[in-house]
């Protein structure tokens, strides 16, 4: 079938309109949405009416499935709900554990590199969204890479990021997963710097990077800072405006994300989460030094 194609920036994401997504939806056209999140990072695909099993089963036509949250605490299904509402449809309340834990979802990330195995493409679907704030935010980490001198990315290609969730939520505050939590995620060593399915060079940054080889703790903060700062700079990013029936899909090896604030005691925002498991990242019994 023939998409109706649309550049969301000129440097990176296409919206891939005029499909529904179903199971009549031919495996051509499947092939085509995968290879498009390979090669521009980000596909928008608008205008859908999903069940949350029409999400998981679309996703398992793209590769395989992991399970939908990594924390025992998170309400449970097929799909992770990224939402202030409870199971009945109503607000949360101010302070709610589920919705500060959410929070960390508006600092820079990529899905569960803390974990192993990780997660190659993610699937986001908009049911409730807000009227107001709320977007999300991605840019990718290959423009990053190719705007730095051959110089740098020689010295970079020389890194490992140790990945742990627990750093990036006690950033924000947020300490309150048991001991079990603690010994199911330790840090996770990743290459800073890698190259990419689509051939290009990327960076692999996130918010839950603690470490990086050879600096301590403060030097590898700084230096963190320094290169989310130059990987996101605005013509680098796509802030995303959620309408209901909106599906996103993205490559957690090379785009970066971030949920922009809204107003969570007040709005509802209901969107459902599914991430396909990357077959070649095995686990390695290494530790941080």
Known sequence: MA???????????????GARID??????????????VIERGLVLIPGQSLSDDDVHAFAGTLG????????????QGKLLAITN?????????????????????ELWHVDLSFMRPRATLSILYGKVVTPVGGNTEFCDLRL???????????HLATLTAWHD????????????????????????????LSRHESGRDTLLLASHIC????????????????????????????SH????GDLLLWDNRCVMHRATPFDDTADPRDLRAVRLCDLADLPEALAPV
Not at 178 to 184: I, P
Request: with cysteine; charged share 30%.
């Open 165 to 192: 969730i627990f750093h990036s939520r006690r950033s924000l505050g947020f300490d309150e997963l048991n001991a079990e939590e603690l010994g199911k995620h330790p840090p996770v060593p990743r290459p800073l």
């Open 144 to 154: 990053a890479c190719e705007a730095f001198s051959a110089e740098e990315r020689s």
């Open 241 to 244: 405006k959620w309408r209901a």
């Open 23 to 36: 199971r009549d939806l031919p495996r051509a056209a499947r092939t085509a949405v995968y290879d498009a």
């Open 211 to 238: 470490q990086l080889s050879g600096h301590d703790c403060a030097e590898s903060a700084a230096m963190l800072r320094e290169l989310t700062a130059r990987a996101t700079v605005p013509e680098n990013v796509y």
């Open 3 to 17: 998409w109706s194609e649309r550049k969301l920036t000129r440097r990176f994401g296409v919206e891939l309109a």
């Open 64 to 75: 395989e499935v992991l399970p939908s949250t990594p924390f025992s605490d998170l309400p």
């Open 85 to 105: 509402l409870n199971a009945r449809g109503e607000l949360r309340p101010a302070g709610d554990w589920y919705v500060r834990a959410m929070k960390g979802n």
